[in-house]
C-alpha cells in the first residue's frame, strides 16, 4: 500500500493551503470553496499529497503547544540557512536553531502563521 495523503485541521485552509503554495512551491490538486474548505495540496514531485481542512465538528490542535518533535512537516532543502530566513521573512517563526546531526544531517524548525512546525533538511545521504 502506499500513502495516499495525510491531513490537518486547521484554521484557515484557503489562507494556509495559498502560504504553502506561495512559500514552498506546492501546488493545489483540487479544492473546496466552501465549508469545510477541503485543499488537497502535493509537493512538486508528486509524492506527497497534504489535506487541509477546518472541520469543526473536530477539534483544531493548539498547534503552537505541539513540540516540533510531536508532529512537523518536513521539506528538503539544499540551503537550510537561506530557506529558513526566506520563510521567516514570509511570516514563519523560529521554533529551534539550524543543526547538524551526527550523520551530517542539516535541520532547523519554523513555524507557518498558523503554528504547524516545518522542519527544513538537508540529509547527509536522502531517504528515498
Do not use: S
Not at 57 to 74: F, G, M, N, R, S
Not at 81 to 108: F, H, K, S
Request: net charge negative; proline share 5%.
Amino acid at each position: 500500500m502506499n500513502i495516499e495523503h495525510l491531513a490537518l485541521n486547521v484554521p484557515d485552509p484557503m489562507r494556509m493551503a495559498a502560504w504553502y503554495v506561495h512559500h514552498l512551491d506546492l501546488r493545489v490538486l483540487r479544492k473546496q470553496e466552501q465549508a469545510p474548505f477541503t485543499h488537497f495540496i502535493a509537493d512538486q514531485a508528486g509524492r506527497v499529497v497534504l489535506e487541509l481542512y477546518h472541520h469543526t465538528k473536530a477539534v483544531v490542535p493548539e498547534y503552537a503547544k505541539l513540540d516540533p518533535l510531536t508532529l512537523h512537516i518536513a521539506f528538503t532543502a539544499d540551503d537550510v540557512a537561506c530557506e529558513r530566513q526566506r520563510l521567516l521573512d514570509a511570516g514563519a517563526t523560529p521554533a529551534g536553531e539550524i543543526v547538524t546531526t551526527d550523520t551530517g544531517d542539516v535541520m532547523t524548525f519554523v513555524r507557518d502563521p498558523w503554528n504547524v512546525t516545518i522542519q527544513l533538511v538537508k540529509r547527509a545521504k536522502a531517504l528515498i
